[in-house]
T-cell receptor, first 116, second 111 residues
Framework: DTAVSQTPKYLVTQMGNDKSIKCEQN?????MYWYKQDSKKFLKIMFS???????INETVPNRFSPKSPDKAHLNLHINSLELGDSAVYFC???????????????FGAGTRLSVL | DQQVKQNSPSLSVQEGRISILNCDYT??????FLWYKKYPAEGPTFLIS?????DKNEDGRFTVFLNKSAKHLSLHIVPSQPGDSAVYFC??????????FGTGTRLQVFP
């Protein structure tokens, strides 16, 4: 039973399209995150949500809009896709916002987005 | 501005020997450091962490060392096993609100 699951695993689309990536966690965690891993393998945080409230927005273009319908879900919607959006997107969750000894972030398997 | 750096993209170690993965950081305000391990087609999984008030933390075969004066972190795996072959990410946090990751080191343990 996967703790943090993302769908789809692969997403191939044309420039200009709008797409969504879904994320669900069954760990009962309060905080969820979206990370982007680009071609240079940098894993950078994009957003974090705590109890459905946006906490971190790391200068991500407003074409990216996270939506948290409840604590267990954090979806990522991307409008007007560009070539530079091609990357692997990881969802993660943690028990609470503070990064303490036991407050580990659990990651999904990633969604590989290719924009053609 | 890369605040967490892993300068070795890859490392190859024989089974049974020690693997040492290194990480350097620039922000002296980082107060917590973590290592994550990632297998292909999977997300990173937490391995071990250390608070900035300590200089060593050990968990089984894994030990993390922190040298604050040098702004250097290392992960020691001993003895190394083939199942340890993965990409290892160093990460750091400040203000306990987000993780800053390095670019990873690919470890290959061969028989």
């Amino acid at each position: 039973d996967t703790a943090v699951s993302q769908t789809p695993k692969y997403l191939v689309t044309q420039m200009g399209n709008d797409k969504s990536i879904k994320c669900e966690q069954n760990l009962g965690h309060d905080t969820m995150y979206w990370y982007k891993q680009d071609s240079k393998k940098f894993l950078k945080i994009m957003f974090s949500y705590n109890n459905k409230e946006l906490i971190i927005n790391e200068t991500v273009p407003n074409r990216f809009s996270p939506k948290s319908p409840d604590k267990a879900h954090l979806n990522l919607h991307i409008n007007s896709l560009e070539l530079g959006d091609s990357a692997v997107y990881f969802c993660a969750s943690s028990q609470e916002l503070k990064i303490l000894a036991k407050n580990i972030q659990y990651f999904g398997a990633g969604t590989r987005l290719s924009v053609l | 501005d890369q605040q967490v750096k892993q300068n070795s993209p890859s490392l190859s170690v024989q089974e049974g020997r020690i693997s040492i993965l290194n990480c350097d950081y620039t922000n002296s305000m980082f107060d917590y450091f973590l290592w994550y391990k990632k297998y292909p087609a999977e997300g990173p999984t937490f391995l071990i962490s250390i608070s900035s008030i300590k200089d060593k933390n050990e968990d089984g075969r894994f030990t993390v060392f922190l040298n604050k004066s040098a702004k250097h972190l290392s992960l020691h795996i001993v003895p190394s096993q083939p199942g340890d072959s993965a990409v290892y990410f160093c990460a750091a946090s400040v203000g306990a609100d987000k993780l800053i990751f390095g670019t990873g080191t690919r470890l290959q343990v061969f028989p």
